[in-house]
C-alpha cells in the first residue's frame, strides 16, 4: 500500500502538471490567434463605417459645416484638372513606354492638377495637399459622393487604431485590444474619422510617427525611425509645419527631462531626414513656384495669423481644450483621468528616480519610460495650443491616442485586482450622461427645443439608468476583461439609435444635400443658383452637391439668367426690391432650415 500510494502521487501530479500545461498552451494560443484582431476589425470598422457608405447603414448625413463641402469640391476640381491634363497628353500616371516623351508625359499627367488646391478654379492655399490627394484616389476609385470624401479620414484612423493595436502587442502586451477600441470608441475619434477634413490627416500618421520614435527609443533599432520621418512627413503634408514642430518640441521635453541628450542627436538620422525632405519638399517648392503669394497666405496668414490673432473669429475661453479633451474621451474620460494620474505618479517616480537611483529602486515603475513619455505627447499640444488666439477641436485631436493608449495599458495593470468601486460606478455614470445627452440630441438639433418633452426626459432618463445598471453590473460581474464590452455595447446603441433612426431628420437639419436633390428633382434643366444671406456652410454644400459655386446677391448683383434663388423665409418680404421688374415664382419651402426657393425668370 505504501509502495502504491507513492506511486500514485507522482501521477497525481503529473496529471495535474498535464492539465496546467494544456491550459497555458490554450491561453497562449488564444493570445497569439488572430482572434483578437478580428474582432478589433469589425468593431473598428463599424463604429467608423456604419451609417456613413452606402452598403452599410447608408450614407444617413450629407457634408455639414463649411470645412467639409469646400474641401472635397477642391478635390473634385484637382481630379478634374487633373483628369485633363492625363487626357491632354494621351497617358496616365504610369509612362507608356521608355522613351523620353513617354516619361515627360507621365510627369505632366502626374503634376497636373495636383499641385496646386483650386476651388471654383481658383487656388486655394490654406491648407497643404494630402487630403486633396486622398480624396482624389477614392473620388476615382469610387465616385465623387459626400461617403467617398470622408474615406480618407476613416481610413487614416483605421490604420492609427490598428497600429496602435500591433504597437500594444509588441512593446505592452495584455492592453493592445482595449487600447485599440478604446481609441476607436471615444468620441473625438469617432466624430473626426467621420468628416471630410483635414484634422485626421494630421493626427493619425502624427500619431504613428510618435509611437515609432518611442519604438526605436526603447529598441534602439534605427528601422522604428522611419516611422517617425515618414509618417511626419505625411503629417507636413497634411497641415504644414505644426507636425514637425509638435513632434520635436515632445521629444525634446521628454529627452529633456530625462538628461539624454545624446538620444536626441541620434534621432536625427540622414536616411530619415532625406526621406522626410524627398517626401515635403517637392510638393511645397513647386506649389510656391506656380503660386508665388503661397508662402504669405499659408505660412504667415493660416499658421502665424491664425496662432497670434483671432483674425478667423475662433476666440474661446482659456480652459477651452479642458472641455473638448473631457468630452471627446467620452465615455472613457472618467477611467483616462485615472489613468492619467497613474501615468503622471510614475512619471514622478521616473524623475525621482533618475535623480536618486537607490532610494527609488524598488518603485514598481522604475525603469519604463512610456507613461511619462504619453504624458508628455498628451498635455504639450493642449497646452500649446491653449495660447492660441484661434482655438478649434480639432487642433488637439493629436492629444487623444496616447491618453487613450495609457487608459488600455491602465486596465491591463488592474486586472488582477479590478477597478475601485468609486472608479467603476464613475465610470458608469459617464457612460449613463452620455447616453442621456445622445438620446435628446434630436430633440435638440431636429427640433431645436431648449426644453424637451416631459416624455423624452423620461425616455432620455430611463435609458442613462439602464445604462448605468448594465456597464457596473458586467464589470462586476466579468471583472476587466468586459470593461471595454460594457462601455461598446452603449456606444454601439447610440450610433444605431442617431443615425440608423434619426440620420435622415439630421441630414435634413444640417446639410445641403437634401436641398440640392429637391432642387434638381423640381427644375433638373436650371443650373445657376443664387443665394442671399444664406449661411455659408449652405452656399458651400450646394457649390459641392451641384458642382458650381452659386451667385451671391450682396456680391455678384442679381445674374440676367434664369436661375434659382434660395433665400431665408424672414428676407421673402425684400424680394420686390430685389427683383422689380423680374418674373419669380415660389418653388418651394425648405422649412427644416428656414429657407425658400424661387424660380427667377430671364430679364426681359
Known amino acids: 500500500?505504501?509502495?502504491?500510494?507513492?506511486?500514485?502521487?507522482?501521477?497525481?501530479?503529473?496529471?495535474?502538471?498535464?492539465?496546467a500545461w494544456r491550459r497555458a498552451q490554450v491561453q497562449r494560443l488564444r493570445a497569439e490567434?488572430?482572434?483578437?484582431?478580428?474582432?478589433?476589425?469589425?468593431?473598428?470598422?463599424?463604429?467608423?463605417?456604419?451609417?456613413?457608405?452606402?452598403?452599410?447603414?447608408?450614407?444617413?448625413?450629407?457634408?455639414?459645416?463649411?470645412?467639409?463641402?469646400?474641401?472635397?469640391?477642391?478635390?473634385?476640381?484637382?481630379?478634374?484638372?487633373?483628369?485633363?491634363?492625363?487626357?491632354?497628353?494621351?497617358?496616365?500616371?504610369?509612362?507608356?513606354?521608355?522613351?523620353?516623351?513617354?516619361?515627360?508625359?507621365a510627369f505632366h499627367c502626374i503634376e497636373g492638377g495636383t499641385v496646386t488646391p483650386i476651388l471654383y478654379g481658383q487656388p486655394w492655399l490654406e491648407k497643404p495637399a494630402l487630403y486633396y490627394w486622398r480624396?482624389?484616389?477614392?473620388?476615382?476609385?469610387?465616385?465623387?459622393?459626400?461617403?467617398?470624401?470622408?474615406?480618407?479620414?476613416?481610413?487614416?484612423?483605421?490604420?492609427?487604431?490598428?497600429?496602435?493595436?500591433?504597437?500594444?502587442r509588441r512593446f505592452r502586451p495584455g492592453g493592445q485590444l482595449d487600447a485599440a477600441l478604446i481609441t476607436a470608441s471615444c468620441v473625438?475619434?469617432?466624430?473626426?474619422?467621420?468628416?471630410?477634413?483635414?484634422?485626421?490627416?494630421?493626427?493619425?500618421?502624427?500619431?504613428?510617427?510618435m509611437l515609432g520614435w518611442y519604438a526605436w527609443y526603447e529598441t534602439g533599432k534605427k528601422f522604428w525611425l522611419?516611422?517617425?520621418?515618414?509618417?511626419?512627413?505625411?503629417?507636413?503634408?497634411?497641415?504644414?509645419?505644426?507636425?514637425?514642430?509638435?513632434?520635436?518640441?515632445?521629444?525634446?521635453?521628454?529627452?529633456g527631462l530625462r538628461r539624454e541628450w545624446q538620444a536626441l542627436r541620434r534621432t536625427i538620422w540622414f536616411p530619415g531626414v532625406a526621406l522626410y525632405l524627398v517626401m515635403v519638399l517637392p510638393w511645397y517648392i513647386e506649389v510656391q513656384r506656380k503660386n508665388p503669394t503661397f508662402v504669405r497666405s499659408f505660412f504667415l496668414e493660416h499658421n502665424l495669423e491664425r496662432f497670434a490673432t483671432n483674425l478667423y473669429q475662433h476666440r474661446q475661453p482659456f480652459w477651452y481644450y479642458l472641455a473638448v479633451a473631457l468630452i471627446g474621451l467620452m465615455?472613457?474620460?472618467?477611467?483616462?483621468?485615472?489613468?492619467?494620474?497613474?501615468?503622471?505618479?510614475?512619471?514622478?517616480?521616473?524623475?525621482?528616480?533618475?535623480?536618486?537611483?537607490?532610494?527609488?529602486?524598488?518603485?514598481?515603475?522604475?525603469?519604463?519610460?512610456?507613461?511619462?513619455?504619453?504624458?508628455?505627447?498628451?498635455?504639450?499640444?493642449?497646452?500649446?495650443?491653449?495660447?492660441?488666439?484661434?482655438?478649434?477641436?480639432?487642433?488637439?485631436?493629436p492629444s487623444i491616442a496616447p491618453v487613450t493608449i495609457l487608459t488600455g495599458d491602465y486596465l491591463n495593470r488592474v486586472r488582477k485586482v479590478g477597478l475601485p468601486k468609486w472608479l467603476l460606478w464613475s465610470h458608469g455614470a459617464a457612460c449613463a450622461l452620455l447616453v442621456f445627452v445622445l438620446v435628446l440630441s434630436p430633440q435638440h438639433m431636429v427640433y431645436e427645443t431648449l426644453?424637451?418633452?416631459?416624455?423624452?426626459?423620461?425616455?432620455?432618463?430611463?435609458?442613462?439608468?439602464?445604462?448605468?445598471?448594465?456597464?457596473?453590473?458586467?464589470?462586476?460581474?466579468g471583472g476587466i476583461a468586459q470593461v471595454r464590452n460594457a462601455t461598446l455595447i452603449p456606444v454601439v446603441g447610440m450610433m444605431v439609435f442617431l443615425?440608423?433612426?434619426?440620420?435622415?431628420?439630421?441630414?435634413?437639419?444640417?446639410?445641403?444635400?437634401?436641398?440640392?436633390?429637391?432642387?434638381?428633382?423640381?427644375?433638373?434643366?436650371?443650373?445657376?443658383?443664387?443665394?442671399?444671406?444664406?449661411?455659408?456652410?449652405?452656399?458651400?454644400?450646394?457649390?459641392?452637391?451641384?458642382?458650381?459655386?452659386?451667385?451671391?446677391?450682396?456680391?455678384?448683383?442679381?445674374?440676367?439668367?434664369?436661375?434659382?434663388?434660395?433665400?431665408p423665409t424672414r428676407e421673402v418680404g425684400q424680394l420686390e426690391s430685389w427683383l422689380a421688374g423680374r418674373v419669380y415664382e415660389p418653388q418651394f419651402l425648405y422649412e427644416s432650415q428656414g429657407l425658400e426657393v424661387y424660380k427667377v425668370y430671364p430679364k426681359p
Open 331 to 397: 465615455p472613457w474620460t472618467v477611467i483616462a483621468m485615472q489613468a492619467l494620474v497613474d501615468a503622471v505618479q510614475a512619471s514622478l517616480a521616473e524623475w525621482k528616480a533618475s535623480l536618486n537611483p537607490r532610494r527609488y529602486l524598488a518603485h514598481t515603475r522604475t525603469g519604463d519610460a512610456f507613461p511619462e513619455f504619453l504624458v508628455l505627447w498628451a498635455v504639450f499640444p493642449i497646452v500649446f495650443f491653449t495660447f492660441s488666439k484661434s482655438k478649434l477641436p480639432g487642433y488637439i485631436l
Open 499 to 567: 443615425l440608423g433612426f434619426y440620420g435622415k431628420e439630421l441630414d435634413l437639419n444640417y446639410s445641403a444635400r437634401p436641398l440640392a436633390r429637391e432642387m434638381a428633382r423640381d427644375d433638373p434643366g436650371v443650373r445657376v443658383v443664387a443665394v442671399h444671406d444664406v449661411r455659408r456652410d449652405m452656399v458651400y454644400g450646394l457649390a459641392f452637391y451641384r458642382n458650381e459655386e452659386p451667385i451671391e446677391y450682396a456680391r455678384d448683383g442679381v445674374p440676367a439668367q434664369e436661375h434659382l434663388l434660395v433665400v
Open 451 to 477: 426644453v424637451p418633452s416631459a416624455s423624452w426626459l423620461a425616455i432620455a432618463g430611463a435609458a442613462a439608468v439602464a445604462t448605468l445598471v448594465l456597464v457596473v453590473l458586467l464589470i462586476r460581474w
Open 188 to 209: 473625438a475619434i469617432i466624430g473626426f474619422a467621420r468628416g471630410a477634413s483635414t484634422d485626421m490627416q494630421l493626427a493619425a500618421p502624427f500619431c504613428i510617427g
Open 135 to 168: 480624396a482624389m484616389s477614392f473620388f476615382k476609385e469610387f465616385g465623387v459622393a459626400d461617403w467617398t470624401a470622408r474615406l480618407p479620414s476613416s481610413s487614416g484612423a483605421f490604420v492609427l487604431i490598428v497600429l496602435i493595436f500591433l504597437h500594444m
Open 1 to 19: 500500500m505504501i509502495e502504491s500510494t507513492q506511486v500514485a502521487v507522482p501521477r497525481a501530479l503529473k496529471r495535474r502538471s498535464l492539465a
Open 226 to 255: 522611419f516611422d517617425l520621418y515618414f509618417f511626419g512627413a505625411a503629417a507636413t503634408l497634411a497641415k504644414g509645419p505644426v507636425a514637425p514642430f509638435l513632434a520635436l518640441s515632445i521629444i525634446m521635453l521628454f529627452l
Open 33 to 105: 490567434s488572430p482572434w483578437e484582431f478580428v474582432v478589433l476589425a469589425v468593431v473598428t470598422l463599424f463604429l467608423l463605417l456604419y451609417g456613413l457608405v452606402p452598403i452599410f447603414g447608408g450614407d444617413q448625413l450629407g457634408l455639414v459645416g463649411a470645412d467639409e463641402p469646400r474641401y472635397a469640391q477642391i478635390a473634385r476640381e484637382m481630379l478634374a484638372a487633373h483628369s485633363a491634363a492625363c487626357h491632354e497628353f494621351h497617358t496616365k500616371m504610369t509612362p507608356r513606354g521608355l522613351s523620353l516623351k513617354d516619361f515627360d508625359d
